[in-house]
């Protein structure tokens, strides 16, 4: 067969999957889902709407968004095998890898693993969806040799979930901003986690390791683990001066500054940061505190001036969560969490329509003809 020679590193601008899922308008502004723009219905709609959305390709009524939550909230218990086997991690186990273990456990209570039909996966993404609070914020709780809680099912579903990493039952605005930060982080196109869970799927794999190598791709610190990182940040210094120095000496040191740059807007602000920047002046103004705002503004200026870069979701994201009271390293934990809606979504989008992943290489080794000593 004779292989293409263009060679795209990183597959930068190459179209991998054709859906209908969503897609990143970058000249409007626009993060396309199921035809409806997201950025529009993080002002106007809930992440349920969104999970309903991606999960059955409209926005659900009244009475479908109640069944919804219903669903949700009857399954949000963990099997107690699920917390014997996070309380057996290490110590030093962080966050996200006991949730890549919650969630190649919970493939083990799926008595219907191998049915690959849309149904059976859409149930399987409900299930994960309501225990995945649940394996984060216990998982940490474990780590941390705090009491495990158990879900409130009179709360919302994001009332529960940050209640259940606080500890704490969240005031209004705060539960409207956390909601928001996971309806914002629910789904967006092709990102490498996305498309490593399509790899997957695509050898007829199950939602379970799917979504199981999706968690470890979400990590890293050029994806997910950028919001980590952020806060990690912004924790080194005490006012906008101090953390423009800190920016400054990392640029000179030609370090990536973590909030920054993304390979589809690069050079355009991302339209979710400009929401998360809106709930951090809330929350900031609620609190009587700007001091993070403050910073995150400084540096946002001085990476414009300096770089031309402008900041992603996880810049935002990272000082409203700090402003939640969440710990730092359940932000990636929470992120992927959320992205469970797009990530099943995508599953079954690979599963009804799929063609095995497999490129080829542009080989740069060497050819011998006869063996060498
Ligand atoms: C929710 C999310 O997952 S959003 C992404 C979160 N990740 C981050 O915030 C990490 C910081 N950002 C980055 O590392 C990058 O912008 C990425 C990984 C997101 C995108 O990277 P790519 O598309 O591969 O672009 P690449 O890393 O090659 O950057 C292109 C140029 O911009 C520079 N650049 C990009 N981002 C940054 C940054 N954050 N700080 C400093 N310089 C940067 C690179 O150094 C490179 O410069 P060069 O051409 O002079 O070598
Ligand atoms: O799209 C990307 O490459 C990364 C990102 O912003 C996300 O996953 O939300």
Redesign the pocket.
């Known amino acids: 067969m004779q292989v293409e020679q263009t060679y795209h590193p990183?597959l930068?601008g190459v179209i991998a999957a054709e859906t209908d899922l969503s897609f990143l308008d970058t000249e409007q502004g626009q993060i396309i889902i199921h035809g409806y723009d997201l950025i529009q219905l993080s002002k106007t709609n809930g992440y349920l709407d969104i999970v309903h959305l991606l999960l059955k390709g409209e926005l659900p009524s009244e009475q479908e968004r109640l069944a919804l939550a219903e669903r949700l909230s009857g399954s949000y218990d963990l099997p107690e095998a699920v917390l014997d086997v996070l309380k057996r991690l290490p110590a030093s186990t962080h966050p996200m890898d006991a949730l890549r273990t919650g969630v190649s456990v919970l493939g083990g209570f799926d008595t219907r693993l191998d049915d690959r039909s849309e149904e059976a996966n859409r149930e399987r993404a409900y299930e994960l969806l309501a225990k995945l609070p649940a394996v984060v914020a216990n998982s940490y709780r474990i780590l941390e040799k705090k009491q495990v809680l158990t879900p409130k099912d009179s709360l919302s579903y994001s009332a529960n979930f940050l209640y259940m990493i606080t500890g704490n039952v969240p005031s209004e605005l705060e539960e409207r901003v956390f909601d928001q930060s996971l309806l914002l982080y629910s789904e967006?196109e092709m990102?490498n986690s996305t498309f490593a869970a399509r790899v997957i799927a695509s050898t007829l794999s199950d939602m379970y390791g799917a979504l199981t190598g999706a968690v470890a791709s979400l990590k890293g610190?050029?994806?997910?683990g950028?919001?980590e990182?952020?806060m990690y940040m912004l924790l080194d210094a005490n006012s906008p001066e101090e953390f423009e120095t800190l920016l400054s000496n990392k640029?000179k040191k030609?370090?990536?500054?973590?909030?920054?740059?993304?390979?589809v807007y690069?050079k355009k602000i991302?339209p979710r940061a400009l929401i998360m920047k809106e709930a951090l002046a809330e929350l900031s103004q609620a609190a009587g505190d700007d001091r993070l705002l403050q910073m995150c503004e400084a540096g946002e200026a001085l990476?414009a001036k300096e770089?031309g870069?402008y900041p992603?979701?996880?810049?935002y994201a990272a000082p409203v969560y700090w402003m939640l009271g969440i710990p730092i390293s359940l932000y990636t934990p929470i992120?992927f969490s959320s992205r469970t809606a797009g990530l099943s979504a995508h599953v079954i989008e690979q599963h009804r329509n799929n063609k095995l992943f497999r490129p080829r290489v542009k080989y740069t080794g060497p050819r011998y003809t006869s063996v060498q000593k």
Do not use: C, S, T
């Open positions: 990183g930068d967006h990102p610190h050029l994806h997910g950028a919001n990182a952020v640029l030609k370090e990536k500054i973590m909030g920054f740059g993304h390979r690069m991302d990476m770089k870069l992603n979701l996880d810049y992120f």
